[in-house]
């Protein structure tokens, strides 16, 4: 008896606890001080247009967004115009493995019509935000760093130079030349007349 029981424990299948799945690991978010320092371009503007790019994901998901920002303020970067380009990466799509350098997590699509905060790359085609650069949608607190290590900032397209104003003056006439010319030849008849004067007693 003894030995069947123990034959039964024996042949008994081992049930094992289900193992837990494991997270991919998120991106590493550097500070704001080293997110400025890092980044080609800082600036704040809004999203006004998102197009998906399908390349090399699976077919109907696109592995990147292009997306039409009007910057409203630049703190870093030689921007020059009101409307950039900044593309996003999708990221790893459900099931799929990242590749050895990629980062799992991605900026994916922006929205339409919210103001963000971009630290940017420079780019042949525009510019990136890559998922470890801070890009952000603005708020007080992310505004209030970067406010601190790079100043007020300046707008995206320099001011046109202020042009001198002429006013012209009422019921005025320039002066014509008979009578702009009138003193100096008054001062020099006399001093011909004073000089004549001065021969004419010299010679007495």
């Not at 500070?31 to 247009?49: I, K, L, N, S």
């Not at 696109?62 to 303020?73: F, N």
């Not at 708020?139 to 001011?159: E, F, N, Y």
């Not at 030849?185 to 007693?201: D, E, Q, T, Y």
């Amino acid at each position: 008896m003894t030995a069947a029981v123990l034959g039964s424990y024996v042949a008994a299948p081992a049930v094992l606890a289900p193992t837990a799945a494991v997270a991919a690991p998120r991106c590493p978010t550097p500070t704001v001080q080293d997110a400025t320092r890092q980044a080609d371009g800082v600036f704040r503007g809004t999203v006004e247009d998102v197009q998906p790019v399908t390349g090399t994901n699976a077919p109907g998901s696109p592995d990147r967004y292009e997306h039409q920002v009007t910057v409203g303020r630049v703190w870093k970067g030689g921007l020059s115009t009101q409307r950039v380009q900044v593309r996003t990466e999708a990221g790893a799509q459900p099931g799929e493995q990242p590749g050895p350098r990629a980062c799992p997590d991605g900026l994916g699509r922006l929205e339409v019509g919210e103001e963000y905060l971009f630290f940017v790359d420079r780019r042949a085609s525009g510019w990136l935000a890559e998922p470890t650069s801070r890009t952000a949608p603005l708020d007080d607190g992310l505004l209030g760093q970067v406010t601190r290590l790079l100043g007020s900032g300046r707008a995206p397209v320099p001011a046109a130079p202020e042009t001198a104003q002429f006013t012209r003056v009422a019921n005025s006439e320039p002066a014509s030349l008979t009578r702009t010319a009138a003193p100096g030849l008054a001062m020099i008849i006399v001093g011909l007349l004073g000089l004549a004067v001065l021969r004419g007693l010299g010679r007495r």
